[in-house]
């Protein structure tokens, strides 16, 4: 197999990113044992304390392995030519360019799902079932990777022939109108993610009427915040972790509790958890992501359409006939530290909303009962309460918890 300076240089970019990760990983996970800042000394007694460290260190075991077993089998698939064998096979059943992609990236999607099942099984029925956050059964587990599998076919396929589409009758400015469906794409999404993809895998009922529900009307109407749907969600059926989110825009906005928030939290501690998420609307932050995303979406494919054409681009994946798919992946592999910069962007960004949420939150409600729900959502997912700063810049999309306390109680 030929291979060109590209392929050596998506090669360093795999390795690069492993040890990297690996090594943010590793300096977090030094921190394990370090004690407790004192305003989160009430949040776990010794033994929960000492089971959340034990949690945290299986899953630092566990990517380790998972991460490092998935760089091999990527380096080896390169090395040996995998992909211009799957570019062969894909040949020798079609020659057609839409049918050819999609049986391409259908035999690749369906080579890497096969392989991380055993990791995904590993998680959810040994990590998480040891330390009793699952309560997934494994028929749930197998639907949730079936319908999972059917919506990228339907989503990703339907997505991937209107590109080759576009590309084919518009040539270079093919980016454009790639866009301009993205954009429909993630506005459509946004809108009805409630409404068409939830039901896929949860019940969601509207919450009954009772103190809690007026409880939260009450708040909402103080604010001026219009809100006709409340649903809660049998996020029981999965886990026990617990969580609320706010999803839609104008009529479609609603607000979803999981049942296991309404079970573990009081009342002033859901409407407080509430107040943030109305937080993040009013704070205009569900429209700055949305405009964040479409124009990092629209710099990729930008940058996209410019070397799309290269044959340089699909010999770099080792594909000695150029084609759209195999430039994809090409593209994909190449653009992948550009991607890593543009989520540290997300990442910062949505750390400062977090806290604005969070003081809006403390304006309008209270601080007292957002710091006391805080706790006890850590608690329940053990979550780690002395990451590496490091850690916290690349990877977290909220703040540490003692940095939210600390703004809390400011
Ligand atoms: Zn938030």
């Known amino acids: 197999m030929e291979k060109n300076s590209l392929f050596y240089i998506i090669l360093a970019i795999l390795v690069v990113q492993y040890l990297v990760h690996q090594y943010l990983e590793y300096l977090n996970a030094k921190r394990f044992t370090s004690t407790l800042p004192p305003e989160l000394v009430d949040v776990f007694d010794e033994e929960e304390y000492r089971k959340s460290q034990q949690y945290k260190q299986t899953n630092y075991k566990f990517g380790l392995i998972s991460d490092g077993f998935s760089l091999i089998v990527t380096i080896c698939f390169l090395w040996f030519g995998g992909f211009e064998w799957v570019d062969q096979l894909t040949r020798s059943i079609t020659e057609s360019t839409i049918p050819m992609a999609l049986i391409f990236f259908g035999i690749i999607m369906l080579g890497s799902a096969v392989l991380g099942l055993p990791f995904s099984y590993y998680r959810t029925f040994v990590i998480e079932e040891q330390y009793g956050f699952n ?10 990777k079936i319908k999972g599998g059917i919506l990228t076919i339907i989503l990703g396929g339907g997505i991937l022939t209107l590109f080759i589409l576009f590309y084919q009758s518009t040539g270079p400015n093919f980016w454009i109108y790639a866009w301009a469906m993205v954009a429909v794409v993630i506005l459509f999404i946004n809108l009805f993610y409630s409404r068409l993809i939830v039901p896929l895998f949860n019940k969601q009922t509207p919450l009954e009427d009772g103190s809690l529900k007026s409880s939260i009307e009450n708040y ?3 604010v001026g915040f219009e809100l006709q749907n409340i649903f809660v969600i049998d996020g029981s059926k999965r886990s026990t972790k617990a969580n609320a ?9 609603r607000i979803t509790l999981f049942d296991t928030l309404i079970n573990d939290l ?6 407080a958890v509430l107040a943030h998420e109305v937080g993040h609307y009013k704070r205009k932050h569900i429209i700055v992501n949305l405009i964040v995303s479409l124009l990092t979406t629209g710099l990729t494919l930008f940058i996209l359409s410019l070397f799309i054409n290269h044959p ?4 770099a994946i080792g594909v000695s006939t150029p084609s759209f798919h195999a430039a994809l992946v090409g593209f994909a592999l190449l653009y992948s530290p550009i991607s890593e910069i543009t989520g540290l962007v997300m990442n910062y960004l949505s750390r400062k909303f977090e806290f604005q949420a969070d003081d809006f939150a403390k304006t309008t409600f209270a601080a007292t009962p957002l710091v006391s729900s805080l706790k006890k959502l850590s608690k329940k997912s053990l979550s780690n309460l002395t990451p590496h700063p490091a850690y916290v810049f690349v990877h977290y999309s909220h703040p540490p918890l003692v940095e939210r306390i600390r703004n809390l109680k400011a």
């Open 220 to 222: 909402a109407q103080k």
């Open 312 to 315: 340089e681009i699909s010999l």
């Open 245 to 253: 989110y706010f999803s839609g825009f104008g009529k479609e906005k």
């Open 135 to 144: 309560k997934t059964t494994k028929s749930t587990f197998l639907s949730d």
């Open 266 to 271: 009081t009342e002033d501690e859901i409407v």
